[in-house]
T-cell receptor, first 112, second 113 residues
Framework: QQQVKQSPQSLIVQKGGISIINCAYE??????FPWYQQFPGKGPALLIA???DVSEKKEGRFTISFNKSAKQFSLHIMDSQPGDSATYFC???????????WGAGTKLIIKP | NAGVTQTPKFQVLKTGQSMTLQCAQD?????MYWYRQDPGMGLRLIYY???????DKGEVPNGYNVSRLNKREFSLRLESAAPSQTSVYFC????????????FGNGTRLTVT
């Protein structure tokens, strides 16, 4: 019940295309779902986060879609650019006192 | 603002040696964290400090100790390094709790031979 399963492990997308990364969780008590972006040699940085009271959250070209009944959430990157090439991590937590459970990461490469 | 600063950036240890990883933040955050990152395993929490004067174990605390020296600084100590501790170590901080945005340092790459 602790796991967050992230897929795919790696993804190659053409410039201008849509990148989609999926995560699934088991613990129905989770209520905070962030996505972090990590460039080589750097620490992760928060990209966007969602709570289960909404089904979608958009920030620029980045959108989180949330399906509570399926216990899944996904990151969509529209009009993907070479500068989006990075490793993306999903995570989940049930409250501020409960540690984040991280997915294994997706290495995204955007081909020019 | 420097954000979260970690030292050193790289370190090679022999099995059994000890070392301390240093972390400092200048954002006046209450909470600080130590994570390790291994290929295919995401980030795993080693220890955290919810506020100055408190520390708690995370998912993988064995073989590590921590000290919250003051509000700015949180160090991680390996008393007797093992090859299984070869990893990239990240320090992070935030205002409070696991549902606030985490601000990470750039990591320490540690190799234990």
């Amino acid at each position: 019940q602790q796991q967050v399963k992230q897929s795919p492990q790696s993804l190659i997308v053409q410039k201008g295309g849509i990148s989609i990364i999926n995560c699934a969780y088991e613990n129905t008590a989770f209520d905070y779902f962030p996505w972090y972006q990590q460039f080589p040699g750097k620490g992760p940085a928060l990209l966007i986060a969602i709570r289960p009271d909404v089904s979608e959250k958009k920030e620029g070209r980045f959108t989180i879609s949330f399906n509570k009944s399926a216990k899944q959430f996904s990151l969509h990157i529209m009009d993907s650019q070479p500068g989006d090439s990075a490793t993306y991590f999903c995570a989940a937590s049930r409250d501020s006192n409960y540690q984040l459970i991280w997915g294994a990461g997706t290495k995204l490469i955007i081909k020019p | 603002n420097a954000g979260v600063t970690q030292t050193p950036k790289f370190q090679v240890l022999k099995t059994g040696q000890s070392m301390t990883l240093q972390c400092a933040q200048d954002m006046n955050h209450n909470s600080m964290y130590w994570y390790r990152q291994d290929p295919g395993m995401g980030l795993r929490l080693i220890y955290y400090s919810a506020s100055e004067g408190t520390t708690d174990k995370g998912e993988v605390p064995n073989g590590y100790n921590v000290s919250r020296l003051n509000k700015r600084e949180f160090s991680l100590r390996l008393e007797s390094a093992a090859p299984s501790q070869t990893s990239v170590y990240f320090c992070a901080s935030n205002d409070r709790g696991f549902t606030s945005p985490l601000h990470f340092g750039n990591g320490t790459r540690l190799t234990v031979t």
